[in-house]
Protein backbone atom coordinates (compact mmCIF):
# COMPACT_ATOMS: atom_id res chain seq x y z
CA UNK A 1 0.00 0.00 0.00
CA UNK A 2 1.05 3.23 -0.99
CA UNK A 3 2.01 5.24 2.45
CA UNK A 4 0.66 8.87 2.33
CA UNK A 5 3.50 10.77 2.05
CA UNK A 6 3.92 9.68 -1.10
CA UNK A 7 0.42 10.20 -2.35
CA UNK A 8 0.94 13.80 -0.62
CA UNK A 9 4.37 14.52 -2.46
CA UNK A 10 2.87 12.85 -5.84
CA UNK A 11 0.05 15.53 -5.43
CA UNK A 12 2.18 18.69 -5.01
CA UNK A 13 4.54 17.42 -7.46
CA UNK A 14 1.58 17.57 -9.85
CA UNK A 15 0.81 20.97 -8.82
CA UNK A 16 3.93 22.32 -9.52
CA UNK A 17 3.84 20.78 -12.92
CA UNK A 18 0.69 22.29 -13.52
CA UNK A 19 1.91 25.67 -12.45
CA UNK A 20 5.49 25.18 -13.95
CA UNK A 21 3.75 24.54 -17.15
CA UNK A 22 1.25 28.02 -16.85
CA UNK A 23 4.40 29.94 -16.47
CA UNK A 24 5.83 28.31 -19.56
CA UNK A 25 2.90 28.74 -21.47
CA UNK A 26 2.48 32.79 -20.76
CA UNK A 27 6.43 33.22 -20.96
CA UNK A 28 6.10 31.52 -24.40
CA UNK A 29 3.20 34.24 -25.38
CA UNK A 30 5.08 36.97 -24.02
CA UNK A 31 7.58 36.01 -26.21
CA UNK A 32 5.22 36.23 -29.25
CA UNK A 33 3.11 38.94 -28.49
CA UNK A 34 6.01 41.06 -26.50
CA UNK A 35 3.41 42.01 -23.47
CA UNK A 36 6.21 43.30 -21.19
CA UNK A 37 10.01 42.55 -20.36
CA UNK A 38 8.85 41.80 -16.89
CA UNK A 39 7.40 38.26 -17.49
CA UNK A 40 10.71 37.38 -17.59
CA UNK A 41 10.86 37.45 -14.02
CA UNK A 42 9.07 33.97 -13.79
CA UNK A 43 11.77 32.74 -15.73
CA UNK A 44 13.68 31.39 -12.12
CA UNK A 45 10.11 30.01 -10.96
CA UNK A 46 9.45 28.32 -13.84
CA UNK A 47 12.79 26.32 -14.34
CA UNK A 48 12.53 26.01 -10.29
CA UNK A 49 8.98 24.61 -10.76
CA UNK A 50 9.58 22.33 -12.78
CA UNK A 51 12.97 21.17 -12.26
CA UNK A 52 12.72 20.97 -8.37
CA UNK A 53 9.17 21.00 -7.05
CA UNK A 54 7.97 18.35 -10.12
CA UNK A 55 10.80 16.33 -10.67
CA UNK A 56 12.83 15.62 -7.13
CA UNK A 57 9.00 15.67 -5.51
CA UNK A 58 7.95 13.05 -8.08
CA UNK A 59 11.26 11.10 -7.47
CA UNK A 60 11.27 11.75 -3.33
CA UNK A 61 7.53 9.73 -3.36
CA UNK A 62 8.06 6.97 -5.64
CA UNK A 63 11.16 6.40 -3.94
CA UNK A 64 9.92 6.49 -0.28
CA UNK A 65 6.86 4.14 -1.73
CA UNK A 66 9.60 1.57 -3.82
CA UNK A 67 12.82 1.10 -1.42
CA UNK A 68 12.50 -2.06 -0.12
CA UNK A 69 11.44 -2.51 3.63
CA UNK A 70 13.45 -5.00 5.84
CA UNK A 71 10.59 -4.19 8.88
CA UNK A 72 7.09 -3.81 8.47
CA UNK A 73 7.05 0.09 8.85
CA UNK A 74 9.25 2.65 6.99
CA UNK A 75 11.66 3.71 9.58
CA UNK A 76 12.17 7.22 9.96
CA UNK A 77 8.90 8.60 8.16
CA UNK A 78 9.11 11.61 9.71
CA UNK A 79 12.36 12.23 8.03
CA UNK A 80 10.51 12.28 4.77
CA UNK A 81 7.72 14.58 6.26
CA UNK A 82 10.14 17.01 6.87
CA UNK A 83 12.21 16.69 3.52
CA UNK A 84 8.40 17.11 1.46
CA UNK A 85 8.17 20.34 3.48
CA UNK A 86 11.74 21.38 3.28
CA UNK A 87 11.27 20.86 -0.43
CA UNK A 88 8.31 23.03 -1.12
CA UNK A 89 9.71 25.84 1.19
CA UNK A 90 12.76 25.47 -1.12
CA UNK A 91 10.94 26.29 -3.81
CA UNK A 92 8.72 28.26 -3.02
CA UNK A 93 11.33 31.19 -1.56
CA UNK A 94 13.71 30.51 -5.05
CA UNK A 95 10.56 31.54 -7.08
CA UNK A 96 9.82 34.00 -4.78
CA UNK A 97 13.24 35.95 -5.31
CA UNK A 98 13.06 37.76 -8.33
CA UNK A 99 10.14 40.14 -6.72
CA UNK A 100 11.84 40.71 -3.26
CA UNK A 101 14.41 43.14 -2.74
CA UNK A 102 16.33 40.83 -1.07
CA UNK A 103 15.79 38.05 -4.06
CA UNK A 104 20.05 36.48 -3.36
CA UNK A 105 19.00 35.75 0.48
CA UNK A 106 15.74 34.58 -0.69
CA UNK A 107 17.54 32.07 -3.02
CA UNK A 108 20.30 31.13 -0.78
CA UNK A 109 17.64 30.16 1.95
CA UNK A 110 15.71 28.07 -0.64
CA UNK A 111 18.55 26.57 -1.88
CA UNK A 112 19.83 25.53 1.80
CA UNK A 113 16.41 23.57 2.29
CA UNK A 114 16.33 21.97 -0.41
CA UNK A 115 19.93 20.77 0.30
CA UNK A 116 18.80 20.00 4.19
CA UNK A 117 15.81 18.42 2.34
CA UNK A 118 18.24 15.92 0.24
CA UNK A 119 20.47 15.01 3.81
CA UNK A 120 17.19 14.25 5.71
CA UNK A 121 15.89 12.22 2.36
CA UNK A 122 19.24 10.09 2.53
CA UNK A 123 19.13 9.70 6.41
CA UNK A 124 16.36 8.16 5.44
CA UNK A 125 16.58 6.16 2.42
CA UNK A 126 19.88 5.13 3.62
CA UNK A 127 19.00 1.75 5.73
CA UNK A 128 17.02 0.95 3.31
CA UNK A 129 19.43 0.28 0.92
CA UNK A 130 21.25 -3.07 1.16
CA UNK A 131 23.95 -4.79 -1.47
CA UNK A 132 21.94 -7.44 -3.78
CA UNK A 133 21.42 -11.21 -1.45
CA UNK A 134 21.60 -9.24 1.27
Do not use: C, D
Not at 63 to 72: G, N
Request: aromatic content about 10%.
Amino acid sequence: MMPPVTRWAVRIALVHLLVGFTIGALLLMNKALAWSPRWWLLLPAHMELLLVGWTLLLALGVATWILPRFQTARPRIGLVWLALVLVNAGVVAVSVAPFVEAGATWTLLGRAAEAAAAILYALHAWPRVKAAGV
